[in-house]
């Protein structure tokens, strides 16, 4: 799992570390940017959790109540599971989830291509 006491970075705090500066706000964009790809792997780990544990009108139901179409929901599950994203380090993923879903789409002589 992943470490659920990441927090966003906001402009207060980027101020109380120190001077505003380009190096701190690099941090904060670039920190919060990780944050998005965290999120999105750890959505797809709970809707393949909820795909398992619910039945199909309880899925279903969570479904709707989150907005998520069964597809959206399907391509954030394949995000989650595909071995070769899970491997890579997250700093590296695009911060688009469609952009990693397209991705896990490749096969795995492509993937070695796009993958540094």
Do not use: C
């Not at 944050?35 to 393949?48: E, F, N, R, V, W």
């Amino acid at each position: 799992m992943f470490n659920t006491n990441i927090a966003v970075k906001t402009d207060t705090e980027i101020v109380n570390d120190s001077k505003i500066s380009f190096d701190n706000l690099k941090e904060s964009i670039i920190h919060n940017l990780q944050i998005g790809t965290i999120a999105y792997i750890q959505i797809g780990l709970d809707l393949k959790s909820a795909n398992s544990n619910l039945d199909k009108k309880d899925y279903t139901k969570l479904l709707k109540e989150v907005r998520m179409t069964t597809r959206t929901a399907e391509r954030f599950m394949k995000i989650a599971t595909d071995e070769r994203i899970n491997a890579i380090n997250r700093n590296l993923l695009p911060v688009s989830w469609t952009t990693t879903h397209y991705l896990s789409q490749l096969d795995n002589e492509q993937f070695e291509k796009v993958k540094s």
